[in-house]
């Protein structure tokens, strides 16, 4: 169980990779050996509430998640300050922790993304925990990690493939989502959104990524 668990963690560290940038054909190749570890992953368990052309309404459930800041460069952000904030949610997973514990992690891989009245940004990076943790996950040793209980939401969503490769294809699938929500006439949020990737970087195929956008009256 504990080789599963190492090895997992290590096919999410090429994962996340994935959000910002292609993966390597070797990589892929090395991290093909893992996949059995990542499918028993456990996702988080949200409700489909409605349906429209090309996306769809959930209640997301309020559950506590490992997350930590990410910064900015000239407004972007930067693979090597993406991979620095994954790794310290990994160091967490693998016991830098108040009980010293290696503990087990879910999907998706989620980006949170605040906006405030004057432009600038808080981006958060975060890893869903399992239900088996949930009620009292140990805390984090360092500074630079915190759990966020993320209240009960209500998101509108669509799904896309392939590889999201930088921060403007986010931005640009979060865009298209928000014109199409707005001709039907449905108000999201404009501070909040989130970015979440669910496969691994060895995955070429039916790729899953989504973008969240939050109902108004949703506070965080």
Avoid at 19 to 37: H, K, V
Avoid at 85 to 97: E, H, I, P, T, V
Avoid at 98 to 127: H, W, Y
Avoid at 156 to 184: H, I, P, Q, S
């Amino acid at each position: 169980m504990h080789h599963v668990m190492m090895c997992t963690k290590m096919v999410m560290v090429v994962m996340v990779v994935a959000i910002l940038q292609p993966p390597l054909t070797n990589a892929a190749n090395i991290f093909t050996a893992f996949s059995r570890g990542f499918e028993r992953q456990e996702e988080i368990q949200t409700t489909v509430l409605n349906q429209g052309s090309g996306w769809e309404s959930r209640e997301v459930p309020g559950k506590v998640w490992a997350c930590t800041g990410q910064e900015g460069s000239n407004g972007q952000i930067t693979t090597s300050k993406q991979m620095a904030a994954f790794l310290r949610l990994f160091s967490y997973l693998d016991g830098k922790n108040s009980l010293g514990q290696k503990l087990p992690m879910g999907k998706p891989v989620s980006i949170e993304v605040k906006t405030a009245a004057d432009g600038s940004r808080e981006v958060n990076a975060c890893f869903f925990l399992p239900e088996r943790i949930q009620a009292d996950p140990p805390t984090p040793t360092d500074p630079l990690v915190f759990l966020s209980q993320r209240p009960t939401l209500t998101i509108f969503t669509t799904r896309f493939g392939g590889f999201a490769t930088d921060e403007d294809k986010w931005m640009r699938e979060a865009r298209e989502l928000k014109r199409v929500l707005t001709a039907e006439g449905i108000e999201t949020r404009e501070d909040l959104q989130y970015w979440n990737a669910y496969d691994p970087p060895y995955k070429f195929w039916r790729r899953r990524n989504e973008v969240w956008l939050v109902k108004p009256e949703e506070q965080v």
